[in-house]
T-cell receptor
């Protein structure tokens, strides 16, 4: 089955720790996106990538980093510089300028 | 500025009643418009989309939406709501000028009374 997978489902971060959220897609989509969702704030774009080895900052990129070494994968690292990381993180993919399809999400919690 | 407004944060309807969720957008070029639905703790599922052509679009689960350019609106409707429709609904806008990025509204939470 084609789709988008995110892992883990839940992730716990300690103070000062970097953590990495995984996003994999087998839809052969060129573009991939990372969103952060907080209650009452909708979805906010963190980073996006339209092609392998290239990515751009979204609206709230500070404290986050990404890589796009393979078409299928777009991991997101939440660094220690992100002071309020508790949120639901959603990954999406699309063909260029077309419909975005979403993964099931990762909930990040701070210990 | 590009934006999406969903005026209703929370809506409650009785099962079997009709539903309309409002969405207004501001976009400088021809918009692509989307409605997504999200169950608690889940990802977003596409309900329907409008790119061009017929302004009344049909989606999954019996939903439809109408694009009204003069009103900058893309309201979502369903004639008869089922208890399983209780969820959060997001309107989003994108387009050729936006390099594939979508702008999302704040979301509307739908509660269904038995």
């Amino acid at each position: 089955d084609g789709g988008i997978t995110q892992s883990p489902k839940y992730l716990f971060r300690k103070e000062g720790q970097n953590v990495t959220l995984s996003c994999e897609q087998n839809l052969n989509h060129d573009a991939m996106y990372w969103y952060r969702q907080d209650p009452g704030q909708g979805l906010r774009l963190i980073y996006y990538s339209q092609i392998v080895n290239d990515f751009q900052k979204g609206d709230i990129a500070e404290g986050y980093s990404v890589s796009r070494e393979k078409k299928e994968s777009f991991p997101l690292t939440v660094t220690s510089a992100q002071k309020n990381p508790t949120a639901f993180y959603l990954c999406a993919s699309s063909t260029r300028q077309e419909t975005q399809y979403f993964g099931p999400g990762t909930r990040l919690l701070v210990l | 500025a590009q934006s999406v407004t969903q005026p209703d944060i929370h809506i409650t309807v009785s099962e079997g009643a009709s539903l309309e969720l409002r969405c207004n957008y501001s976009y400088g070029a021809t918009p692509y418009l989307f409605w997504y639905v999200q169950s608690p703790g889940q990802g977003l599922q596409l309900l329907l989309k409008y790119f061009s052509g017929d302004t009344l679009v049909q989606g999954i689960k019996g939903f439809e939406a109408e694009f009204k350019r003069s009103q900058s609106s893309f309201n979502l409707r369903k004639p008869s709501v089922h208890w399983s429709d209780a969820a959060e609904y997001f309107c989003a806008v994108g387009g050729s000028s936006n390099t594939g990025k979508l702008i999302f509204g704040q979301g509307t939470t739908l509660q269904v009374k038995p």
